[in-house]
């Protein structure tokens, strides 16, 4: 199966009509990020077949040249944002791997899908797309992967994120939850949490192909 056939019946329902058309109109009286044919990018780079891991993020980076269709992925000509700085830390921290290339594609193709549960944003202004009905769909993609496969491993950084966990069947997955990587929240269990690690290790136990972080 392929997203193609997965999403059909939600991309031919009216809601998603309605949503489309409000995200058009957005894209063509402001400015939106990231550019519109990057909206489904989480999903054109990690097909439904090789999903092995979920990462879960609110809605996309607002200010300029920062978001590209990957959660918590920036584009290379912008510095890193402080919550991607602090993932790359504990990365080192969790595997010794010291990673510079701010793009997280490489991630995206080896199976990590990086849904934001919001798929688009206004220009400086977060969340502004919250009530356009995004979370609908990404709420049935991420239903999709729970029931249609097994041994995906959902990291659920955030009491936002955590929200999705009524979504996943926990016997057949596995979820990693703790704070969010952002300053705010960073040394209240996210630093410390190795998710990375733990990634790999039940996806060795399930014989399933580890991530090159």
Same mark, same amino acid.
């Given at each position: 199966m392929d997203w193609k056939? /997965?999403?059909?019946? /939600?991309?031919?329902?009216?809601?998603f009509e309605d949503l489309w058309k409000n995200v058009?109109?957005?894209?063509?009286?402001?400015?939106?990020f990231p550019p519109r044919?990057?909206?489904?990018?989480?999903?054109?780079?990690?097909?439904?077949?090789?999903?092995?891991?979920? /990462?879960?993020?609110q809605d996309p980076y607002h200010n300029d040249g920062q978001a590209n269709g990957l959660c918590f992925s920036v584009s290379e000509s912008v510095s890193a944002p402080p919550s991607l700085k602090n993932i790359f830390t504990e990365l080192q921290s969790d595997t010794g791997i010291e990673r510079t290339r701010k793009d997280l594609e490489?991630?995206?193709k080896q199976g990590v899908l990086l849904l934001n549960a919001t798929l688009t944003v206004r220009a400086h202004s977060p969340n502004s797309h919250k009530d356009l009905g995004w979370e609908r769909f990404t709420d049935f993609v991420i239903s999709q992967i729970a029931d249609k496969k097994e041994h995906v491993v959902f990291i659920l950084w955030g009491a936002f994120a955590q929200k999705k966990e009524e979504l996943i069947d926990s016997s057949k997955h596995l979820i990693i939850?703790?704070?969010?990587?952002?300053?705010?929240?960073?040394y209240r269990g996210f630093y410390?949490?190795?998710?990375?690690?733990?990634v790999n290790a039940y996806l060795s136990r399930n014989n399933l192909p580890e991530i090159k972080w």
């Open positions: 056939e /997965i999403l059909a019946p /939600i991309k031919k329902s009216a809601y058009l109109s957005e894209y063509a009286n402001t400015q939106c044919k990057q909206i489904f990018r989480a999903l054109e780079l990690t097909s439904f077949q090789d999903v092995r891991v979920v /990462i879960i993020g490489d991630w995206a939850k703790s704070a969010h990587p952002s300053p705010f929240s960073v410390g949490s190795k998710p990375f690690s733990k």
